[in-house]
Every structure is written in C-alpha cells, then in structure tokens.
C-alpha cells in the first residue's frame, strides 16, 4: 500500500485528489491536507466584488472529498521532512511515498505600511466579502487600486476588477461620480502579454476613463490623510483604497533544499517533480518557465489545474508499477 500525501486544498490539491482517487486502486492512502475547512474558489473574487456572486457559494467544504475515499485532515503544516519522508502539523506527523505540494502563495500586506488598516485586500476571502458590502453603500468618490510588487496570482485580475467596478457603477447610474484608478509596478498592464494585448488594455483603461499609473513602487498607505505613497515623491489620495500584497513563496518550504530565491519551489517544467523524486510541487507556489517560451509562467488555476493531472496521474502509474509517462506542455498558455 502507498501513502500519497498532498498539501493544500486549492486548485492543484483539488484536482489532484480526484485525479488520484479516480486513477489509484482504492488499498492505497491518499491524503488532503489544508489549514482550512474549505476550498475557496479565487477566481470568482471579481464577481464577489461587484456584487455578483454570494461569498457562500464559492466555496465547497473539503471534507465532501470522503466520500470519494479521500482522508481529509485539517491541520496546519509546519515543515515538511525530506529525508524522513514525512510531514509535521499542528495534530501530527504523516508520513508518505510521494509528496504533491500545491500550498499557493503567502500574502504580505505588512511589506506596505498602512495596507492592512487603510485598503481592502482584494486577493482575501474575508475582504472580498466586506468590500462587497461596502462598495454597495459607496456612491461618490476616489478609488485606487495598488498593486504591492511582482509577481502577484493571476496578472489580469486587478484589471479585471477595475473593469468590472466601472460597469458595476454605470449599471447604478453614478459612474462619473466615481474616479478610478490603477497604479501598478509593471512596465505595462499584462506585461507578460504580447504588445498587442498590452496596447490594447491601455486603449480600453482609457476609453473607460480608468487611470493608470505603471513602475510605480508604493512605499506606504497614510490611513491618517487616506494618501498612498509611490517612490520620486509621488502621492495619491483616495476615499478608498484597494489592493494586491506582496506575494512570497511558502515558508513552509524554506528549509527544504528545493526552494530557489524568495522560497518559490524549483520543478521540472514537464513533471513538476522537484529534485526530490518523492516530491512533486505544483501551481503558485512553483517557480516555473514556460516549457517553449521560457519566461516565468503566470500564476494561474489553468496551469494548477493540468499540471496536477500530470502529478497525478504520473504518480499513480509510478505506484502500479508503469513508466510515468505524462507531461506538462504549458497547456492554457
Ligand atoms: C482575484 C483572482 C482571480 C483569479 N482569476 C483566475 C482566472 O480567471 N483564471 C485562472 O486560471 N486563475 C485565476 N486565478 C488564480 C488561481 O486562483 C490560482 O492560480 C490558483 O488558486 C492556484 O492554485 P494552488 O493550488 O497553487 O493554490 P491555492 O488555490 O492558493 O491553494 C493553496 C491551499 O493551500 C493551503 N495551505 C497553504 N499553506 C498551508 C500550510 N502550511 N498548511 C496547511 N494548508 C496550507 C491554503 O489554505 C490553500 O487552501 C485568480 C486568482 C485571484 C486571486
């Protein structure tokens, strides 16, 4: 019998779970190990914002996977042990045969001072929800929405927001009484996107009388005077303010030897496997280049989602015995 052990019950963790399950004899264990009791879906945040989706029903409890003959633990993990082959949490040790690792990205509003008391963090579950909330009582007014650093989940999402703000307050009648903007450390709005898309997105910020500010580095948010501070002296004020953390790879990772700079997970780009052969990583939390392109892949669902058939099924012929024999393509890109 062989113990699959994965961490985190977002996209990646999710995925390969039902992969597994479907793909393994059932004598063997596979186990869902996340801090929380449900998964959240991320990529419904936009519409949670303007109003257009209820918190409650974008997320699923993850001990539903059960009946699928998945063990669901809920528990914080504290380190994970190589050499051991096993995983310590906070209700105790786990140990494994294979390690599929997916725990996404540490937020880290605390790197802007001010952010945590002065803006919404619009990649938070709990913020999301009360900046729905909010913005249904806002009806005049300045808002901005910062970007802390790079890389950030899913490039295209603050855009996304922004644009739906602005249809959101068009549908309520009191769009110019709203000024919108978007300041960001990026050379371009999808900076990773080809020059066409790029042009493009400025074309559309522009017509939907959206302000962009780009390579700008926020140093601080004034809750006292509501001001955002931006590096040469530049300032912007606002009634309200939101905005994306700073993204750092899992700590939970740091001392494992498979880490690269900042704690992101070193991969093979086509297996996911990391230099432990025990140990597969996927989603945000990897540092991953694109197979034929070689620029750093965007953090994305899509990506978490194929690599995870990947792992799982790559894992599962490596338990009957077969040749592993699947591959990431970067398919989604
Ligand atoms: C606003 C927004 C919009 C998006 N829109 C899209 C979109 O349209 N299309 C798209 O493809 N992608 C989109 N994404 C990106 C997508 O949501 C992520 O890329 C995806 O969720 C990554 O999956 P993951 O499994 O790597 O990590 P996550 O989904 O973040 O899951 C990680 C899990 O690990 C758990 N965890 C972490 N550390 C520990 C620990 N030490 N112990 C226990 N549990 C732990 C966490 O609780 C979490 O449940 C969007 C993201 C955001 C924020």
């Not at 004034?222 to 993204?247: K, Y």
């Amino acid at each position: 019998m062989a113990a699959v052990i994965i961490l985190g019950g977002g996209i990646g963790g999710v995925v390969a779970a039902n992969v597994l399950s479907k793909t393994l004899d059932k004598k063997h264990r596979i186990v869902l190990v996340d801090r929380k009791d449900s998964h959240v879906y991320q990529s419904s945040y936009p519409l949670t914002i303007v109003n257009k989706r209820n918190p409650k029903n974008i997320t699923r409890r993850l001990d539903i996977l059960q009946k699928k003959g998945i063990e669901f633990i809920q528990a914080e993990v504290k380190s994970i042990n190589p050499e051991q082959c096993n995983v310590q949490t906070d209700k105790g040790i786990i140990d494994y045969d294979f390690l599929i690792v997916s725990p996404g990205v540490e937020h880290h509003p605390e790197t802007v001072p001010g952010f945590k008391d002065g803006a919404y963090n619009v990649y938070n579950f709990d913020d999301v929800s009360r900046l729905q909330n909010t913005l249904k009582e806002f009806k005049k007014g300045k808002i901005v929405f910062f970007i802390s650093s790079v890389p950030y989940t899913y490039p295209p999402a603050p855009y996304e927001i922004t644009f739906l703000l602005d249809a959101y307050f068009r549908e309520r009648g009191i769009r110019e009484n709203v000024e919108l903007s978007v300041i960001t450390p990026e050379p371009s709005p999808e900076a990773l996107g080809r020059p066409a898309v790029q042009k493009r997105l400025r074309d559309l910020l522009k017509q939907r009388q959206i302000g962009l500010t780009t390579e700008a580095k926020v140093l601080s948010l004034d809750t006292s005077t509501n001001t955002l501070h931006l590096d040469q002296g530049i300032t912007a004020e606002a009634d309200l303010f939101l905005g994306v953390p700073s993204h750092w790879g899992p700590g939970v990772m740091e001392n494992t030897g498979l880490v690269t700079e900042g704690n992101w997970i070193e991969v093979d780009p086509h297996t996911m496997q990391t230099k432990n052969e025990q140990i597969y990583a996927i989603g945000d939390a990897t540092a991953l280049r694109l197979p034929v392109m070689r620029v750093w892949a965007p953090k994305a669902g899509i990506f978490a989602h194929y690599q995870s058939e990947v792992v799982a099924r790559n894992i599962a012929s490596k338990i009957m015995g077969k040749k592993p024999s699947f591959r990431f393509t970067a398919k989604g890109a």
